[in-house]
């Protein structure tokens, strides 16, 4: 079926316009029109258009587009359709998808009001904006194309676009309030106290910088975006009346308003006789479409004054339906369905009162994820924010110079040592009260508040540390708050949370099975007013470091008196003790894990320490364990969760950009229901891991012992599986040292051993549920 019959009619009765005088006016003025002078000219106006009319002209071979004002009275200052010109000529120059303009036309005697002509292009729109023509694996990647575009628009410097003069810029938020309360007053058929409410609360609320200067589209929807016919990417952005000089938020919320519609009310489209969650289930997630959005322009969320520009869209919604309403009314309105535009005036203005008024929301937030269980306190979702902007503005740009020292001095011993470059972000993220955030008693932040930041530092492997909440020294410190002394945590609490050491955490050991801690041969024998420590440990994470002072270290103070559970003990040992030897690094896959400060075989020959360095008590080891790993497993978690995310977000990103056997990766299915599964998987993890925080929270770590073994399990089996798919998508690169997802598999697949294997966890799961279930069939008999 021809495209005109597709998505056009016969020029409707109130549109028509002097075809002679317009095909004269073409073959004069339009180079290459005329070179069929023998074919007819065929002129159809498209259904879609709430504003301007649009027709398709054809003549001969040749296609085109016209815009033109439309006749009849029309409010002052709208349907500027010369200013629509200016800006595609000047976007076409500098290479962003518009159609080409060809022609503009300001001699209203040729059709009756101004008009200007741009080239056909030749591809897919999309009406509905579940996208249902679209194949499942197509549907992200199409919004992930609208939303790139909308960002490369936003990225434009109006001075190189010579588009200055194009509108005012500064003080745009207000003067868009004026300006659709004025065209709403103007073109009013009934009193809708809301719309006057909602303008006197954005006049009330104006964000507190309003003079951005960006080039914006006013009306960024799916339907005026032509896509390559076969592609997923943006060919053209069509409907320039609305664009101007002005803040660009006010666009990207316009673009995302569908995720806050009110259930009963669609708009500009066909896709009303969908319910409001099944056209979410064919949309991609709003926080993924906000963190491409901010990626692209390298913004920090949440936007400031969020709440605001998610009003002006819905009072901005509903000024242009009243004027499409008021077209209608006069009879010169260009869509066929102008006369349904007034039952959703009353709704929309409704809701972006309702929007206003509803506190503040952010803008890399769900709306539809507000009635999550694992919400984070006020102050936890400030700081989470801060964390966020800290790790864009400057972790992430310190990336390639970390990479740099540690490949540069791979086989130096400067290997173990810190780049400068870290040791100055930790000073600026402890300036910032970006420090110890993992500690409760510190930071006032409750596990699950600290859940959230644990897994955003997670996505970059170096991050944990400039914040002072790196593995193993979170867990330790934890230990000494918890349990030490008034003078344990002088002497090595403090210069931990300072940050003016680190530690490391000994507990597994060489010569025997560790998954059963109970095996542990490492002698902690009581010498008059000292301890004797004797053994070997392995796997003693950041051993390496030049900065590792002190060690925490688990062994056997027997007492065959008591349960097996009740003849260990933790001790402090200095790590300048003599008879402390660091034996060699041991390597994972390969790797020697510098960054992290390695993981080495300890051995402790009959070091003696005061016994003051005991820890609680004899026999208390495996209370302390308890206490340490509840809180440090769901660290541990979401840090994987986060460097899952980042794998996932890699994978899409070479399956986008990659082709074979003529396709690109994503459209092959298998590479789909790899992205597709990772997504579910990873926010499975991510619910279990919050629900296991919550418990501790609320219950504490021992009462949440089942929560936490379930993630211990679980988190890990995600990420590998995760990471693996994502190497699989960058076939051989994946397993090179060129990304970082082979380093990335060792070290997810490391922590299926770390803390237990998963083999224990399961039997301590299965053992718990046993005992639940059995006290519950009693309860029933």
């Known amino acids: 079926m021809a495209e005109e019959e597709l998505d056009t009619s016969a020029v409707r009765s109130n549109h028509k316009l002097d075809e002679r005088s317009l095909d004269e006016y073409l073959r004069r003025h339009l180079p290459g029109y005329g070179a069929e002078p023998s074919a007819g000219l065929t002129v159809r106006q498209y259904r879609s258009g709430q504003s301007n009319a649009t027709y398709f ?44 303009p060809l022609l503009y036309c300001n001699d209203v005697s040729v059709v009756g009001t101004e008009f200007y002509v741009m080239e056909h292009v030749q591809g897919r729109i999309f009406r509905d904006i579940t996208l249902p023509e679209a194949s499942p694996a197509e549907r992200g990647a199409l919004y992930v194309a609208l939303v790139e575009t909308l960002a490369c628009l936003h990225s434009f410097d109006i001075r ?11 003080g745009y938020c207000k003067r868009q309030v004026v300006t659709w309360k004025k065209q709403y007053e103007r073109a009013a058929h009934s009193d809708i106290p809301a719309m006057d409410q909602l303008a006197q609360w954005l006049m009330d609320n104006l964000p507190s910088n309003d003079n951005e200067e960006c080039l914006i589209h006013g009306d960024f929807r799916i339907d005026n975006i ?30 995302l308003s569908t995720y806050f519609l009110p259930a009963n009310v669609m708009l500009f489209g066909n896709q009303s006789d969908k319910s409001l969650g099944e056209i979410k289930a064919g949309m991609p997630a709003f926080e993924d479409l906000m963190n491409i959005y901010s990626r692209c322009r390298n913004i920090p969320l949440p936007i400031p004054d969020w709440n605001f520009f998610l009003a002006l869209t819905f009072f901005k919604l509903a000024g242009i339906s009243q004027g499409i309403y008021a077209r209608y009314l006069i009879g010169n309105a260009s ?11 009353k709704p929309m203005a409704e809701h972006g009162l309702k929007l206003a008024k509803r506190g503040n929301h952010t803008a890399n937030e769900d709306p539809s994820m507000s009635g999550e269980l694992f919400l984070q306190s006020t102050k936890g979702r400030r700081v989470l924010q801060h964390v966020k902007n800290f790790m864009q503005q400057h972790v992430y740009p310190a990336q390639e110079e970390v990479l740099e020292y540690y490949i540069k001095n791979e086989n130096s011993p400067l290997r173990w040592k810190k780049p400068s470059v870290i040791e100055k972000l930790k000073e600026k993220a402890k300036d910032e009260g970006l420090w110890n955030l993992f500690l409760p008693a510190v930071s006032g932040l409750s596990q699950t508040d600290y859940a959230f930041i644990a897994e955003e530092t997670g996505k970059l492997f170096f991050a944990p540390e400039i ?5 193993p020294d979170t867990g330790n410190m934890e230990v000494l708050h918890m349990y030490g002394t008034k003078e344990q945590k002088k002497q090595w609490l403090e210069p931990l949370l300072s940050g003016e050491i680190q530690s490391c955490f000994c507990m597994t050991e060489p010569d025997v099975a560790s998954s059963d801690a109970t095996n542990m ?76 400060g390695g993981h080495f075989e300890v ?110 399990v679980v988190a890990p089996r995600m990420a590998c599986e995760v990471a693996d798919r994502a190497i699989q998508v960058f076939g051989g690169a994946g397993v090179s040292q060129d990304y970082p997802l082979a380093f990335m598999y060792a070290a997810v697949r490391t922590l299926r051993i770390a803390d237990g294997p998963d083999e224990v966890h399961l039997s301590a799961i299965a053992k718990m549920e046993l005992l639940e279930q059995s006290k519950l069939l009693s309860a029933k008999m």
């Open 603 to 712: 051995h402790f020959n009959d070091v003696r320490v005061p016994v003051s360095n005991l820890i609680l008590g004899e026999g208390r080891g495996f209370e302390i364990a308890q206490g340490r790993l509840g809180p440090g497993r769901i660290h541990h978690c979401m840090r994987t969760i986060g460097a899952a995310e980042t794998a996932l977000q890699l994978m899409c990103a070479r399956a986008a950009s990659r082709k074979t056997f003529g396709k690109k990766l994503y459209q092959h299915e298998v590479v789909a229901h790899w992205i597709a599964e990772s997504r579910i998987a990873i926010e499975q993890a991510r619910l279990l891991t919050l629900r296991a925080a919550k418990a501790i929270d609320t219950v504490g770590s021992a009462r949440a012992r089942k929560e936490i073994a379930m993630i211990k």
């Open 467 to 471: 914040f002072n909440c790196q593995a």
């Open 226 to 255: 032509i896509f390559h016919p076969t592609e997923t990417r943006v060919i053209a952005v069509l409907d320039w009346e609305l664009s101007t000089i002005g803040h660009s938020m006010s666009d990207l919320a316009y673009f």
């Open 160 to 170: 190189a676009l010579k588009l200055t003069e194009y509108g005012r810029g500064k």
């Open 335 to 345: 869509a066929e369905n102008a006369s349904t535009f007034a039952e959703v005036i």
């Open 57 to 100: 002209i054809k003549k001969g071979s040749n296609k085109y587009v016209l815009r033109k004002k439309p006749h009849g009275p029309l409010l002052p200052g709208a349907h500027r359709v010369d200013r629509e010109y200016q800006v595609e000529k000047a976007l076409f120059a500098a290479g962003f998808p518009v159609p080409k």
């Open 521 to 596: 041969e490492c002698r902690i024998q009581r010498d008059h007013d000292s301890y004797v420590i004797s053994g070997k440990k392995w796997w003693s994470s950041g051993a390496g470091n030049p900065n590792c002072k002190v060690a925490i270290v688990m062994g056997k103070t027997e007492n065959s008196a008591l349960s097996r559970y009740k003849q260990h003990s933790m001790i402090i040992v200095p790590m300048d003790s003599k008879g402390v030897e660091v034996v060699r690094a041991l390597k994972v896959f390969g790797y020697e894990d510098t960054p992290h």
